[in-house]
């Protein structure tokens, strides 16, 4: 199975920050790397898919990057609305694995 | 609108069974793939498993921790998707997420509609 590990799993940032969470994966998964974002209470929501790709409704503050074993997920200017935990998920082989989450907490 | 509406869900001993249910609309159906998703309480995310459509002959993938004892089928008439879970295990409690993927092209099935999700507890 290909083993997703985020850095950090915790953080916490103030408001108007630019945050970076960062998901290596085992092996080379090319560009199959999907982020989302979930709120207590709340199913995950789709971010980024094709590693860099914004899904259509999602802030353009959010942008993703990365090929291969590592990714970033970039928050330009964090938002009341973005204190959340995010996760990523690897679709190049199954199981679908996902990342462990980061936690970003507000400051 | 696409909707993915959960049912089925509760408090189940050890090695029991339980079915649970997931009522889509708002897209056709037919076309998609469907996986299931779980979270255990504070826990992350874990990929249960999936069913593709008739095209692909409703084949299934599960995760090794669920397989053997959980199938996923689909109604596509009834526009339902459904997870029966067998011998059930403490382990398994969490909440239950039923997910639309998004395309069946390789490396871009990622999930891009999820319903509420519902809680299955086994406890004795």
């Known amino acids: 199975d290909i083993q997703l590990t985020q850095s950090p799993s915790f953080l916490s940032a103030s408001v108007g920050d630019r945050v970076t969470i960062t998901c290596r994966a085992s092996?080379?998964?090319?560009?199959?790397l999907v982020w989302y974002q979930q709120k207590p209470g709340k199913a995950p929501k789709l971010l980024i898919y094709a590693a860099s790709t914004l899904q259509s409704g999602v802030p353009s503050r959010f942008s993703g990057s990365g090929s291969g074993t590592e990714f970033t997920l970039t928050i330009s200017s964090l938002q009341p609305e973005d204190f959340a935990t995010y996760y990523c998920?690897?679709?190049?082989?199954?199981?679908?694995?996902f990342g462990q989450g980061t936690k970003v907490e507000i400051k | 609108e696409v909707q993915l509406v959960e049912s089925g869900g509760g408090l189940v001993q050890p090695g029991g069974s339980l079915r649970l249910s997931c009522a889509a609309s708002g897209f056709t159906f037919s076309d998609h793939y469907m996986d299931w998703v779980r979270q255990a309480p504070g826990q992350g995310l874990e990929w249960v498993g999936r069913i593709r459509n008739k095209v692909n002959d409703y084949t299934t993938e599960y995760a090794a921790s669920v397989k053997g004892r959980f199938t996923i089928s689909r109604d596509d008439s009834k526009k339902s998707l459904y997870l029966q879970m067998n011998s059930l295990k403490t382990e398994d409690t969490a909440v239950y997420y039923c997910v639309r993927v998004a395309s069946s092209s390789y490396g871009r099935d990622h999930f891009d509609y999820w319903g509420q999700g519902i809680l299955v507890t086994v406890s004795s």
């Open positions: 998920q690897q679709l190049n082989s199954y199981p679908r694995t």
């Open positions: 092996q080379g998964i090319s560009n199959y």
